[in-house]
């Protein structure tokens, strides 16, 4: 495991037990809303979230529907405790890396990600990936911080000299240029002043 990786591991374990009402959970709770409406437009039965974290979103979905069949994988042994006590079993929670996914080829209708695009490292791996074990026509959908273009100079700077394993703050050209790689008809949507929602199909 790399570096960046290891300090991203170690942040979250550090973060798990209060992720859920602190401030460092805030921004990807914020996004929680704003996932959910865009999937409220996706017929889908099968899903995984990447980076789920504690598993809220992961929640969020069963209440709307008690029979997705619903998958997470993270990094973080913490955050994947926590998500196991808040999920029925029937949730498959995976220890593992978003750059090589535990699943077979075309096993999802949906892949999305919340707060965790810019935790990694090799971002194209992570994209050949997720086209790998969606299903034809199947979406990605991923929110993720953003900032303008002086605040992301400033953010980029300070993630190089981060020990949190943060990554970089990609621009609307770069998220759609990263995407339109492995998806068509991608989208991208600025929300509020530090967020933004991109998605892809494959």
């Not at 990605?140 to 605040?151: T, Y």
């Not at 020990?163 to 770069?174: C, L, M, N, R, T």
Request: proline share 4%.
């Amino acid at each position: 495991m790399n570096t960046i990786k290891e300090n991203s591991k170690a942040t979250f374990n550090q973060q798990a037990a209060t992720y859920d009402k602190d401030i460092k959970g805030q921004h990807a709770r914020s996004l929680y809303p704003v996932l959910l409406e865009k999937l409220s437009h996706i017929p889908f039965q099968s899903a995984l979230d990447l980076g789920c974290g504690t598993g809220e979103m992961l929640k969020l979905i069963l209440q709307e529907d008690a029979q997705k069949e619903l998958c997470g994988i993270d990094l973080s042994e913490e955050m994947l405790a926590v998500a196991k006590s808040k999920l029925p079993e029937k949730v498959k929670l995976f220890l593992g890396d978003s750059e090589s996914l535990p699943f077979q080829d075309d096993t999802f209708d949906v892949v999305y990600c919340n707060d965790s695009f810019h935790h990694y490292p090799a971002p194209q791996n992570v994209l050949r990936e997720v086209h790998r074990v969606l299903k034809p026509s199947g979406t990605f959908l991923m929110g993720d911080c953003w900032q303008p273009f002086v605040g992301r100079v400033i953010m980029n700077f300070y993630m190089r000299h981060s020990k949190e394993g943060d990554v970089k703050i990609y621009s609307e050209a770069e998220f759609v240029s990263m995407l339109s790689k492995y998806f068509h008809d991608v989208s991208w949507e600025q929300i509020g002043n530090t967020a933004c929602i991109a998605m892809g199909e494959k």
